[in-house]
């Protein structure tokens, strides 16, 4: 199974960037889909994650300006991040969960600046 992020970069601080994880492999049934980001030396966090019903679920820092969708069809799970702050600067990860364990893609920088 291989997960890939695409969409990381540089953005200014109230920008936007949209990330996207394909996921290839032999994959079973993908009951979640998420993603998380770390910073140098601290522990690595989940920001959203979406249930195979399609039921959203987000880290409070990002509730409201962050949207995590999903297509089934493609195995791709998304990342709309708005009004993102210097604060949201991170390697971000995309990971998945099926009936037969949990997989992580490579992470994606995102760094926001002036």
């Known amino acids: 199974v291989q997960l890939q992020a695409y969409g990381g970069g540089w953005v200014r601080p109230g920008g936007s960037l949209k990330l996207s994880c394909a996921v290839s492999g032999d994959i079973a049934r993908i009951l979640v889909m998420a993603w998380y980001r770390q910073l140098p030396g601290k522990q690595r966090e989940a920001v959203a994650l979406?249930?195979?019903?399609?039921?959203?679920t987000y880290a409070s820092s990002v509730n409201g300006r962050f949207i995590i969708s999903r297509d089934d069809a493609d195995n791709t799970v998304y990342l709309q991040m708005s009004s993102l702050k210097p604060e949201d600067t991170a390697t971000y990860y995309c990971?998945?969960?099926?009936?037969?364990?949990?997989?992580w893609g490579k992470g994606t920088q995102v760094t926001v600046s002036s």
């Open positions: 979406i249930t195979s019903g399609g039921k959203p």
């Open positions: 990971k998945v969960v099926d009936t037969k364990g949990p997989y």
